[in-house]
Each structure stands twice: as structure tokens, then as C-alpha cells.
């Protein structure tokens, strides 16, 4: 079990946060007790799909899942990806249509379904979007625009030699316009230039959409797991 203090998130949410990665030789009755001894108001309970602790972890009442949360890989190696000339690099301030953008690139996003968490749901996207444009989570952030309004939008960030895409959305008035695809070949691109070979994107099971693209795009995926929401009373 590794059980961590996360910083960012309860000062953020205003609660004592812990993330816990469980494995199956892992007693829940111990992680509790010691969640509790650590005086948390919530914990992220982290486990792989079909494994045997799922039952026990079900078992607990108040533990809540939130999220089936699938990996996607792609190698990029001996691929070519064609750039259109329409994607640009921004790190400008974002004006209210962008961060509601950004916004709903994450209604399927467990922040969104937790009643718990979900007041601070849009506040945490936008200061994604923010904390991307300055650089502190994204390396690049790409955008299309019709004249000056943005019309789709993706970041990405490289790490161990991995390409990750953080946030991705096209504006309902332009889905299904290739778009999302232009994006995601345009971050491709820019992996290869810098001799990433690998891109990896994370989604939930449940925005059947965005699985539909990353799979119809030819990622596969490479990791399930289930995201627990462990909330404790006082
Ligand atoms: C997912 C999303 C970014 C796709 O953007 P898009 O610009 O509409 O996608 P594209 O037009 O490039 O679509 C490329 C392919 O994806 C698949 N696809 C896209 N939308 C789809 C839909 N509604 N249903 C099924 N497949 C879909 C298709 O296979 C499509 O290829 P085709 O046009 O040849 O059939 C867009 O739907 C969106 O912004 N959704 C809300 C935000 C979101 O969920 N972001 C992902 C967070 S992880």
C-alpha cells in the first residue's frame, strides 16, 4: 500500500487529502485505520481493475467510486503525422470562452461527480487551463481558432520520456470536424521532433465519446483502474 499526503489538493479543496494505491495483499481494514489515524477527511483510493480487493473495497460503505479511469498508448515510432497549417501555440491570458472549454473537457471527470468536491469542479479546470498556459503543467498548449474565438484546444506535457495529453476539447459547434484529430496529430508531430515515441492520454470509461477518438485515432489501451472516493466524518 502506498498511502500519500497531497498538498496541492487539500489546500485546494480545504480538506486533509491522501491518495492510497492499493494492491490485493492489502488489508482495507489497516488502510482505514490508519486514514483515520491521520486525521483525513478524504482519501483517493487507487486500485487496478478486476483485482481481489475490489470485493473488500466494495464492501465498504462509504467508499464511492468515482471513476474507471483507461489509459491509452500509442507508439508513435516509423508513423508520420501530417500538420495542418490551422494549429497555433498559445501561453495567452484565457478569456471566459476558453476556460469554459476547458471546463468541459472535464464534466466526466470524478471532481465533477463528487458532490463533495464538485462546488470547486469548474475553478479547478480553469486553473488547469492557467497553470498550462504558464508552463507549470504543459509544455505546449495548441489551439484552433475561427478569426479570433478558439474552437478546440489540447496540452501536453513530456515526462519520462512519455508524451502526456493533459486537457483536450473541441467547442460543441465544431465537433466532428477532424479537428480533435488535427490536434492530436499536431502534438504527434511535435513528440517526434523531440524523440518521444511515446503519447499516452487518460480518460474515463464512462465519456464514451472520447473513447470512441483515442481508439478510432489507434491508441490502445494499456491500463484500467478504478478511482475510489473515501470520504471520513468527523
Ligand atoms: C473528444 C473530442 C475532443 C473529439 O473532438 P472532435 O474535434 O469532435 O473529433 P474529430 O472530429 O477529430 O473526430 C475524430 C474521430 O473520433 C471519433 N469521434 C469523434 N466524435 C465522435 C462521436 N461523437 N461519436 C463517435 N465517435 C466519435 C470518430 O471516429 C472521428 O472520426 P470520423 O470523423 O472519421 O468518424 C470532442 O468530442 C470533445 O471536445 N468532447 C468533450 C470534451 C472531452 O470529453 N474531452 C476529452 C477529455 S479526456
Known sequence: MELKMLDWDSAFFEKKIFSVQLN??????????????????????????????????????????????????????????????????????????????????????????????????????????????????ADKVFVTKSNDFITSFITCKIKNEIGNIGLIATHADYRGKSLGRNLINHVHHWYLQNNINVSEVVTQQSNAIACAFYGNYGFEISQEDLVYHWHFKK
Open 24 to 137: 490485493n495483499y492489502d488489508n482495507i481494514d489497516e488502510v482505514e485505520f490508519q486514514l483515520q489515524n491521520e486525521n483525513a477527511d478524504l482519501a483517493y483510493i487507487f486500485i487496478p481493475v478486476n483485482s481481489e480487493i475490489e470485493n473488500k473495497v466494495a464492501e465498504k460503505s462509504n467508499l464511492v467510486l468515482f471513476d474507471h479511469k483507461l489509459t491509452y498508448k500509442m507508439i508513435l515510432s516509423e508513423k508520420v503525422f501530417q500538420t495542418v497549417e490551422n494549429v497555433e501555440e498559445t501561453d495567452a491570458d484565457p478569456d471566459d470562452d476558453f476556460i469554459s472549454l476547458a471546463i468541459s473537457s472535464g464534466v466526466h471527470s470524478r471532481f465533477a461527480l463528487d458532490p463533495s468536491l464538485n462546488h470547486k469542479f469548474e475553478e479547478l479546470y480553469g486553473l488547469w487551463l492557467r497553470n498550462s498556459l504558464n508552463k507549470k503543467l
